[in-house]
């Protein structure tokens, strides 16, 4: 009996001792509201992104569409993608520095299909060619609610897009040695998963789910959508539920 005691005594200690974080979301999180775009003369939308139990710091990219798949505009990247400067890039001074860093397999389906390829052969922004500042911004590491236009009134009917991807979320499958010569792939593990929803604007219907369509290349090596996703497990809960909404 006595040692049952002390386990009684070490829990709830244990529980507010620092670092020992539970990965269960707060039910009470009131998700960060930000902008991008805010001079565009478009369709206004207003992007929800409620994270998953799995969420760790992870990159992300949102993006338009039409119905026949061709890019039409980007309304939101990562900072540190779309500059290609990742603000802990470089540690060789002994603390994390700004560095150029190039992360084709982050987001893969999004900078595809951006087209804009580099002198190296990449489609990963540099800090020559970034994207705008009207597009980019620092990651909100809890659950957000972006405020956005479209640059031009454009089509009626249109796709928006959401990729995310997050760097050492290794499992069974996508292991650290899977590609042991390909370190591109190492920077990925579980490939980027891709969400969609179609917006129009005649239907009368103002918010839209999005719907997990499938992954992008392990390695970037193309910004096709596999839908094999059999072999994604937690990275399938980094977003607990995405939405769209005209405004």
Same mark, same amino acid.
């Given at each position: ?6 386990? *009684?005594?070490?829990?709830?200690? $244990? ?16 998700? &960060? ?14 992007? &929800?992104?409620?994270?998953?139990? #799995?969420? @760790? ?12 798949? @061709? *890019?039409?505009?980007?309304? *939101? ?5 779309? %500059? ?14 700004? #560095? ?28 020559? !060619? ?16 972006? @405020? ?14 959401? &990729? ?6 290794? !499992? ?36 839209? %789910?999005?719907? $997990? ?23 399938? @809960? ?10």
């Amino acid at each position: 009996m006595k040692n049952i005691q002390i386990l *009684y005594v070490l829990v709830p200690i $244990l529980m507010v001792l620092p670092g020992c974080k539970s990965s269960r979301v707060p039910e009470t999180e009131v998700p &960060e509201q930000f902008s991008s775009n805010i001079t565009g003369e478009g369709p206004a939308l207003q992007v &929800e992104f409620i994270r998953g139990k #799995a969420h @760790n710091h992870p990159l992300m990219a949102i993006w338009a569409e039409d119905t026949d798949g @061709n *890019y039409i505009q980007t309304l *939101y990247v990562a900072e540190s993608l779309g %500059k290609g400067i990742f603000q802990h890039g470089d540690a060789t001074s002994g603390q994390w520095l700004p #560095a150029e860093i190039r992360r084709p397999a982050a987001l893969p389906v999004w900078s595809h299909s951006r087209g804009v390829k580099e002198p190296d052969g990449l489609f990963v922004p540099t800090p020559e !060619n970034a994207v705008a500042d009207a597009y980019t911004g620092a990651t909100p590491q809890i659950s957000f609610v972006l @405020n956005t236009r479209l640059d031009t009134p454009g089509p009626e009917r249109f796709y928006v897009l959401f &990729e995310v991807n997050q760097t050492w979320d290794w !499992n069974e499958y996508w292991t650290n040695n899977k590609f042991p010569d390909d370190p591109v792939y190492k920077t990925s593990c579980q490939p980027s998963l891709i969400y969609r929803a179609l917006v129009d604007l005649n239907d009368g219907v103002t918010e839209y %789910k999005m719907e $997990l369509i499938g992954r992008g290349h392990h390695s970037g090596k193309d910004g096709k959508i596999y839908t094999d996703l059999e072999t994604m497990t937690t990275a399938l @809960n980094i977003t607990q539920s995405l939405s769209v909404r005209e405004l």
